[in-house]
């Protein structure tokens, strides 16, 4: 049996990298093809995906900077999620208890999060996550 060997920092600097590189539309597309339309709008904090699928399309960006926020936080998420593990791997991340995040879900504070100190939580127990 092989074992494949993933480079846990080198995925994670990757995801960082492509967060900060790529326009909201390919976030938005890349959101919706592996995590789906209800977790993405959830997990963004938006009332349903009409507005992620309009970004995804080119129509528009987020305008709230807290929003396009989130969306650069989420994408890097679920990259580096997906890239070690699978895209439902990266989908049940989001949704289950965690307990650096006081057994709240990722896409629960990742949904209201204003506070870059927020995000940050979330996005060190993604990383504690993927190291673990």
């Not at 993405?40 to 995906?49: N, T, Y």
């Not at 989130?70 to 895209?87: F, H, M, N, Q």
């Not at 504070?109 to 127990?125: G, K, W």
């Amino acid at each position: 049996m092989s074992s494949v060997s993933i480079d846990f920092t080198r995925v994670w600097e990757d995801a960082h990298k492509a967060s900060v590189t790529e326009p909201a539309h390919v976030k938005a597309a890349f959101l919706l093809s592996v995590i789906g339309p209800r977790i993405a709008a959830a997990a963004l904090g938006l009332s349903d995906a009409r507005q992620l699928k309009r970004w995804a399309a080119g129509e528009t960006e987020p305008r709230e900077h807290h929003v396009a926020v989130r969306l650069d936080a989420l994408y890097w998420i679920v990259r580096a999620v997906e890239g070690c593990y699978s895209p439902s791997v990266a989908a049940r991340f989001l949704r289950s208890a965690n307990p650096q995040l006081d057994d709240e879900a990722p896409l629960v504070v990742l949904a209201s999060a204003e506070n870059p100190d927020v995000i940050r939580r979330v996005l060190v127990s993604t990383r504690a996550f993927l190291e673990g």
